[in-house]
């Protein structure tokens, strides 16, 4: 009998999640998220940088809250931990909002202000992507004919699409050196990346 790895049990998991049980807007909860987010003042932090044609932004993560009783599938949390499937309390989902944190200098005429609400690229910020680290070390196993390359530990296969497509625009503060990459929520994105303001219903 084939025995499967942790690993491969929560990947067969997930896509069986994926396929099965479809997750549901919880509405209440995600406009109370909402909210919390547009109140809080992020700049404070940014008061020593001089940023010139770009716009900083705090892209808003959904956190999604699960449990239930206890499994007996390990899956990572919120901040990387591996726990038993029952024990998870969120899921981080990217939406396609963001806080402005700063505005470049150099903007012309900015459309937005420090604080405004606006709204991101859905295909460049949300759901999941091949993971270009993951392909490219495939293709170059793969040159050689390898049938099952070895790959780095911990190499996934998807991230965030957030992740897999905004990488070059991660924006960290020296002291928030090391933070694990799916916990980064900071961009410094031109203009052209924001498609509109976003405002809260009253």
Request: proline content about 6%; cysteine-free.
């Amino acid at each position: 009998m084939n025995q499967v790895t942790v690993k491969e049990a929560q990947e067969i998991f997930n896509e069986m999640a994926e396929t099965f049980m479809p997750e549901v807007l919880d509405k209440k909860e995600f406009n109370k998220q909402l909210v919390k987010f547009a109140s809080e003042d992020f700049s404070s932090n940014y008061k020593n940088i001089s940023n010139t044609e770009d716009y900083i932004i705090k892209v808003f993560v959904y956190q999604v809250k699960q449990g239930g009783k206890a499994g007996t599938i390990l899956m990572p949390d919120m901040d990387g931990t591996l726990k038993l499937s029952g024990q998870t309390s969120f899921a981080r989902r990217y939406i396609n909002l963001a806080k402005i944190i700063k505005v470049g200098s150099s903007i012309n005429n900015p459309q937005y202000q420090e604080g405004d609400l606006v709204v991101l690229p859905v295909d460049e910020t949300t759901g999941s992507a091949p993971n270009p680290d993951f392909v490219a070390a495939m293709q170059y196993a793969n040159s050689f004919g390898a049938e099952k390359p070895i790959l780095p530990q911990g190499l996934k296969k998807e991230l965030d699409t957030i992740h897999a497509k905004w990488k070059p625009y991660y924006f960290l503060l020296p002291e928030e050196y090391g933070t694990p990459v799916h916990l980064i929520s900071t961009f410094i994105v031109s203009p052209y990346k924001i498609l509109a303001k976003y405002d809260l219903k009253s």
